[in-house]
């Protein structure tokens, strides 16, 4: 008789860590967050325990509990989409939990912080964060420091990064290079290939984990181009290159290249590889403070642009940092640099994407001001249509009763006319959410037709507006569809069912006590959970 695998070598902080990251900034930023994330803010004790055992069964997990995940494509650039994978919020956090075990291995094989600036592992359970402060405006920042040294720079990004991640070369360098637990690497391996469909590569985009194992795949890459002796700074897949003429540039940009696919299997994206004078490049960085002859307007655009706009409201100083941005927001038009920005017939993702989140610092009659002017051009930021969707929903309350009406009439208009600018899954359940305060009753002829008649209604569609019709509190189309439900097997939409069935009150608690034969340990908790939120009290489903 063979012997039981071996339990992964997780600890429990490290899933306990995973758990908090999770609740305090959910699972990806490339999907609407999932209702498991307020559970493990709540019960992070329970959950814990689950994955505790889940960890224990080792290998024979994948078997007993498969894992379950949806590909779908989000909008990204102008009219162009990517693939990116939710996963099951359980088996998310245990991914998670693996990879933040081996994250203090991989961070020392990495190079020093001023190099490689991207997702450097810094944790903290206080406040659940993963990565230290630095990030994008740092490394642009030191590329204008290393562009006054040199004559000319080179701005140069993997093609595809995420998607041609190789898994065994991945393996490798778990294991050769930063000396991880073989029982990790090898529930790393088994995890992608199982949310891969088997293929063996691919990384789920917009999760820490991710993220992390992203960093581990290019250590050799960094390390061989450092020890070469050419200058770069690297965040995630963006590589700067500096040298003193364009010939030592271009044999540069040729031995980045080699390394990749020698090593990796990866190559640069021709399309985006820049060869600048170190003069242009100090010019056209939106980060320089470089003199040149500019317009007040473009003054104030370029000024709007440098400024740093990450909150963290679980800081000791939130209320400082909160009044400093306010300020520093204030200085600037910022209604006039977005207006400028839509008049373009190719928006820039990053002047669009500042100028929405800046609306969260505003006082509430320039938020009302902003909020109509995107609401009048929605169109022209599908790209953009999840920061958009989240904006509208952290100033809702906050904003004219006309702004509100303007931007809700303008969504409800795209959702049913599966509007084919947000119609990519990944985007179009933003749509979805944001229908669920919408005060018309249009909106729950909008959500119903989703649900049934939408291409091949996706998990992820279909979970949603079931979320938007709980909220709404549409018990009429809930209280139909309840005797549907009986015969679906996706866990996502059943859960979201389940959470529905409160609303239905009596009825509701009915159909629960059938059902609740056929539920997984795990979902009974949830369950539960779901349970002591409704008793005593008002308590909506927050979305």
Known sequence: MSSPPSPISISNESIRLAIKNIATFGDTD????????????????????????????????????????????????????????????????????????????????????????????????????????????????????LASKYGYVASVDISDFYQRVYHHRLENVLRTDCSCNGTIVKFIDRFLSSINSEKSF??????????????????????????????????????????????????????????????????????????????????????STVDRNESPQEKNRRSFLSLRLRYDPYSDTADDDYEAIHKSIEDHDVLAIFENEIRKSRIDRFSATQSINAV???????????????????????????????????????????????????VRDMVAKRSPLIAASGTFAYAIRILADDPCPDADIALASVFFNYDEATPILQRDVLFSMTRRKSTFWLSNLRNKMSSVSNPWVRRAMFAASYELRDEGEHWRKAEKGRLEEHDKLLLDWLGKKHNGNNWELPI
């Open 30 to 145: 490339v999907f609407p967050y999932p209702l498991e994330k307020l559970w493990f803010y709540d019960e992070l004790d329970i959950v814990s325990g689950i994955l505790t055992k889940f960890r224990d069964k080792g290998i024979n997990l994948f078997n007993e509990f498969p894992v379950f995940s949806t590909t779908e494509l989000y909008n990204t650039g102008y009219a162009g989409h990517r693939p990116a994978t939710q996963i099951d919020p359980l088996w998310n956090a245990l991914f998670l939990s693996a990879v933040i075990e081996i994250a203090p291995l991989i961070e020392q094989k990495r190079l020093s912080s001023n190099q490689v600036f991207s997702y450097r592992f810094q944790p903290s359970f206080d406040t659940g964060k993963l990565f230290a402060d630095t990030g994008w405006a740092d490394f642009q920042k030191t590329s204008l420091m």
């Open 360 to 410: 969260k610092f505003m006082n509430p009659q320039d938020q009302s001001a902003m909020i109509s002017a995107i609401a009048l051009n929605l169109d022209t930021l599908s790209e953009v249509f999840p920061t958009v969707a989240n904006t509208f929903r952290k100033v809702s309350q906050d904003i004219s009763q006309d702004a509100k009406t303007v931007f809700y009439e303008k």
């Open 202 to 287: 691919g990384l789920p985009v917009g999760g820490p984990a991710s993220r992390i194992l992203a960093e581990a795949l290019l250590i050799r890459t960094d390390r061989l181009l450092f020890t070469s002796g050419i200058p770069f700074i690297r965040f995630v897949d963006d590589y700067y290159l500096f040298g003193n003429s364009e010939n030592e540039l271009r044999a540069s940009i040729l031995k980045l290249n080699k390394l990749l696919l020698d090593n990796e299997g990866l190559s640069l994206n021709r399309n985006k590889t820049k060869l600048l004078s170190s003069k242009e490049h100090l010019e056209q960085s939106a980060f």
